[in-house]
């Protein structure tokens, strides 16, 4: 019914997270009939950014590459306290914990949690890199940001282990009960979790 | 004080054989009749679908769309106590969704537990001919009631058993993530085994009780929890760093909650293999009062009770047992026959009972 070129395009429209057949010929129909300007762009866009954006070579958030080395804006923000350092699982994890302005310190994006299941073991997780990474920037307070599923609470339990030798302090994030909810709304199990990781009131 | 939970009204619409079907249930018993293939059980099933989100039958419930339907979709409206909602559950192949009050609910094992129902269908026999995992299961279903966390820890201790598994498998008995799990086998764990204990010894408490009312005063009934694992942390952890060895050359994790047994004893003899087929069925019955009791005390409410195809093994102690139960609960009943007329319950007032016909998928009063 379409040019085998436009069902190319809605193919791989169709592969991006969220996005279905329908979707993506709605996206695909757009760019071909309302949006010529919208589609050489975002093609050109698309042609090179793989070749601009890369991983921090310090962190694994994205950065620009200049062709020899790609910093991030956290890594070179200078104003940051470098021996403070949050270890999240993605980016988006990273955009999260960003967006919440509690963090002053830096990140380490582990790019995917411990799942033996779906074939991730611990040598597929940058351990190495972490602690050269800690080591070089004089690390002395981890905070552990991995998801509360079971592969993100052994992906933290797996850092604090590999990081016990190097004596510095390891904390996990807490999870539980909203801010400025009231208990009485928060449901049993969420409400549960929070009581299992109460913490001492410093008084 | 402990409230009633009524279905009013119930609406259930491209399930299975059942088109589309609209009744108002009476608020004792409904006996409903027909023929085999018909859709007695259907109603049932969509019944317990909407307030548990599951099936108690073995198939996977998304198979339950009718053919040639886009969707099946259960709605009721419930009455609990002084206070009436409205629930619904929506089966499309890839996902079903429910509503509670037209508002999704924040966790299904919350859902589940708010309008409780209590089936008893002939394949309940497996409770005490069958393998230990569906006492098992009836264990897990109670301790809802009586720890709402206790499902999560159930979903969280089998993932880990499962990654530690595999990483035994495919690392060996010194891989550096073994640990990780562990350490949250033994945290999921324990909560595991308390909750099944807890629920062990309150279905134990009612089941003994139970079986005396309905079996000759000779036999001697008892019930022994066996835990599979521990509830000390240390001597969970201590258990599984020594059995990894075994674990792994056995393919399957021979220390945990995955291995509890609820011994059932006539005389002090396994009831499982030394029961006589009568004497199993009135244990059937026992636990299914039990689990109603407890389902009870848990939730201050009486339960609704859904039993499936009363005719198909007549047997007069068996019945005689059932109507006593029946007619002496205050429970809203809804329970499915070949002839309602071989289901007489003199002692419930006419006013409290209507007799449904189903017939093509269509259900029609007397």
Not at chain 1, 157 to 181: C, D
Not at chain 2, 93 to 98: A, E, Q
Not at chain 2, 151 to 170: F, I, N, P, V
Request: glycine letters at 8%; aromatic letters at 4%.
């Amino acid at each position: 019914m379409l040019p085998e070129r436009l069902n190319k395009v809605i193919h791989l429209l169709a592969r991006l997270p969220g996005v279905g057949e329908k979707t993506a010929q709605r996206f695909a129909l757009f760019l071909a009939t309302e949006a010529g300007d919208v589609a050489n762009h975002l093609g050109a866009e698309l042609t090179t950014l793989l070749d601009h954006i890369r991983p921090c070579d310090r962190c694994g958030n994205l950065a620009d590459y200049d062709g020899t080395a790609a910093i991030c804006d956290v890594c070179r923000d200078t104003r940051r306290d470098s021996n403070l350092l949050c270890i999240v699982a993605r980016v988006q994890d990273l955009l999260a914990v960003e967006r919440s302005g509690a963090m002053r310190g830096r990140y380490f994006v582990l790019g995917k949690l411990l799942s033996p299941l779906d074939g991730i073991g611990p040598e597929e997780l940058p351990l190495e890199r972490m602690i050269n990474r800690i080591r070089e920037d004089k690390v002395t307070e981890v905070i552990v940001a991995t998801p509360p599923s079971v592969d993100g609470e052994a992906t933290a339990l797996l850092v604090a282990r590999e990081l016990e030798p190097t004596g510095i302090a390891i904390s996990r994030i807490a999870s539980g009960v909203p801010h400025g909810g009231d208990l009485e709304f928060a449901d049993q199990i969420t409400l549960g979790r929070a009581i299992d990781g109460r913490k001492a009131i410093d008084g | 004080m402990t409230a009633s939970i009524r279905f009013e009204r119930v609406n259930i619409r491209g399930f299975r054989n059942i088109q589309s079907l609209d009744f108002e249930p009476a608020p004792r018993l409904n006996v409903i009749s027909g023929d085999n293939g018909h859709g007695k059980t259907s109603v049932l099933e969509a019944i317990y679908a909407v307030s548990t989100s599951r099936s108690f039958r073995a198939e996977r419930l998304a198979e339950a769309i009718q053919t040639g339907a886009e969707a099946a979709v259960v709605r009721v409206q419930v009455r609990d106590g002084d206070l009436g909602r409205e629930q619904r559950i929506a089966l499309e192949p890839s996902r079903r969704s429910v509503t509670m009050d037209g508002k999704r609910p924040a966790k299904l094992a919350i859902y589940a537990t708010r309008t409780p129902v209590v089936v008893f269908h002939p394949g309940d026999l497996v409770l005490v001919s069958g393998p230990a995992s569906d006492r098992r299961t009836l264990l897990d279903r109670l301790a809802l009631f009586l720890d709402p966390t206790s499902g999560d820890h159930r979903l969280r201790y089998t993932r880990a058993t499962r990654e530690r598994q595999r990483a035994l498998l495919e690392r060996g008995t010194n891989a550096s993530d073994l640990p990780a799990f562990e350490t949250l086998m033994v945290q999921h764990g324990t909560r595991l085994q308390q909750a099944r204990r807890e629920s062990a010894e309150a279905l134990g408490a009612e089941l003994e009780p139970a079986f005396r009312k309905m079996a000759p005063s000779t036999l001697e009934f008892t019930t022994s929890f066996v835990p599979g694992g521990s509830e000390s942390p240390e001597e969970f952890a201590r258990e599984l760093a020594s059995r990894r060895g075994q674990d792994a050359r056995r393919k399957t994790a021979s220390f945990g909650p995955q291995r509890d047994e609820l011994e059932l004893l006539i005389d002090g003899r396994s009831a499982r293999r030394h029961a006589s087929q009568g004497q199993q069925r009135l244990l059937t019955l026992a636990m299914k009062a039990a689990e109603l009791a407890c389902v009870r005390a848990a939730r201050r409410a009486h339960p609704v009770l859904l039993l499936d195809d009363f005719s198909s093994e007549l047997d007069p102690t068996r019945t005689g047992a059932v109507y006593d139960f029946l007619e002496g609960s205050e429970s809203q009943i809804f329970v499915t026959t070949t002839r309602s007329d071989l289901f007489p319950t003199p002692a419930v007032h006419s006013a409290d009972r209507v007799d449904w016909t189903v017939c093509d998928g269509r259900l029609e009063r007397g």
